[in-house]
Structures are given as structure tokens and as C-alpha cells.
T-cell receptor, first 108, second 115 residues
Framework: GQQVMQIPQYQHVQEGEDFTTYCNSS?????IQWYKQRPGGHPVFLIQ?????EVKKQKRLTFQFGEAKKNSSLHITATQTTDVGTYFC????????FGKGTRLHILP | KAGVTQTPRYLIKTRGQQVTLSCSPI?????VSWYQQTPGQGLQFLFE???????NKGNFPGRFSGRQFSNSRSEMNVSTLELGDSALYLC??????????????FGPGTRLTVL
């Protein structure tokens, strides 16, 4: 069945360093969405990627969708303490499958 | 617009009991999806309702069921609770649901603890 793997599971970075999380699907996706969940909160939609090779930016966040529409990445430049949380990808194929998320810790 | 609301926010039950959780979507949204979130398994899709019909279903046992009313409000029921059902249950609403391209808006969740 369709699977979405997300790595790494945890990431500790010094404030100001960059951060990247990756999602890989076992099947071709129609689109992929990214969510952020703050500790104690609920997932909040960040962005959606639909086209093959698509790249979107939101301030310090850069999102990419692979050419084969089977992988995606989220890159944060110069992390800040407000970036703390868990980042999830959600791939849509036959069903919507969430990756297990990458928990980002920022060291001051 | 008011966001997605879920009630109750916290619930403690014992094994064997049943529980009903409620979700009110954003006004105008016809799709409600339910998810179970646990530290070990992450976010897992339970089912989706669109216009009172179950449109999509995850891989959960029949103890997990749901329904949607004509006003788009949705309920989720878990019967014969097991310890492993302890989780955060999230609902998400959207205009067209999981088959569309629009955004899902999550509610704050119901934290269920089974003792």
C-alpha cells in the first residue's frame, strides 16, 4: 500500500542554523501538503505543492516537490525559536497519508 | 469565520466503554476527516465524510465509526475501548475534502485517555 516516509524523526539545531526535512512516497502523489504542529497544538497548514518539480517559498521556508512527484522537502534557513515544532508532510495518492513528522528542537 | 471546534477537549474512559466525539467544521465546509494521533504511529487517517456520506476510510477496526449530519457536523464513535485507543483525535474540515486540492483545517483535538 501507499506509504510516506519522513526523515529525520528528530533534529536539533542551533538557532541560526538551517534545517531540512524530507518526505518520500512509495507511489506517485497527486499533491503533497506540509503542516506544522507546535507542542500541545494541532497541525496547521503551511503549503501545498501540485506540479512536478515545483518550488515554493514562504519567507525563510522553501518547499520542493520532486520531478517524479514521489518526494518532497522543506528547508528552513536560519532557524529561529519560533520554528520549534513538528513538521508533517501529507501525500495524496489513493488516500491521504501523513509522514510521521520531524520534530525540530532549537538550541539557543 | 470560526475555526473547527471539537468537544470534549479531554476525556477519560475505562476499557470496554464506548465514547462519542464531536466535530463542528468551519461554516460552509462539507468535508470532515478524522485522524488519530499517537507518539508511536503519528497521524493516521480514520475516515472522511462528505455531505453525510463516508467517502474514504483508513485501516481501523470496525469499533471506530462515524457519521455526519446535514449541517456538516460530525461525530466519531469508538466502542469497546482498548488501552491502545488512548490518543489525540483530530478532525479536519475542508471545502472539498481529501479528493480535492484545498486546505484542511484542523480542530484542537480531543485527548482520549483509556484506563
Amino acid at each position: 500500500g501507499q506509504q510516506v516516509m519522513q526523515i529525520p524523526q528528530y533534529q536539533h539545531v542551533q538557532e541560526g542554523e538551517d534545517f531540512t526535512t524530507y518526505c518520500n512516497s512509495s507511489t506517485t502523489l497527486s499533491n503533497i501538503q506540509w503542516y506544522k504542529q507546535r507542542p500541545g497544538g494541532h497541525p496547521v497548514f503551511l503549503i501545498q505543492l501540485v506540479k512536478s518539480g515545483e518550488v515554493k517559498k514562504q519567507k525563510r521556508l522553501t518547499f520542493q516537490f520532486g520531478e517524479a512527484k514521489k518526494n518532497s522537502s522543506l528547508h528552513i534557513t536560519a532557524t529561529q525559536t519560533t520554528d520549534v515544532g513538528t513538521y508533517f508532510c501529507a501525500g495524496r495518492g489513493d488516500k491521504i497519508i501523513f509522514g510521521k513528522g520531524t520534530r525540530l528542537h532549537i538550541l539557543p | 469565520k470560526a475555526g473547527v471546534t471539537q468537544t470534549p477537549r479531554y476525556l477519560i474512559k475505562t476499557r470496554g466503554q464506548q465514547v462519542t466525539l464531536s466535530c463542528s467544521p468551519i461554516s460552509g465546509h462539507r468535508s470532515v476527516s478524522w485522524y488519530q494521533q499517537t507518539p508511536g504511529q503519528g497521524l493516521q487517517f480514520l475516515f472522511e465524510y462528505f455531505s453525510e456520506t463516508q467517502r474514504n476510510k483508513g485501516n481501523f477496526p470496525g469499533r471506530f465509526s462515524g457519521r455526519q449530519f446535514s449541517n456538516s457536523r460530525s461525530e466519531m464513535n469508538v466502542s469497546t475501548l482498548e488501552l491502545g485507543d488512548s490518543a489525540l483525535y483530530l478532525c479536519a474540515s475542508s471545502l472539498t475534502g481529501t479528493v480535492g486540492l484545498d486546505t484542511q483545517y484542523f480542530g484542537p483535538g480531543t485527548r482520549l485517555t483509556v484506563l
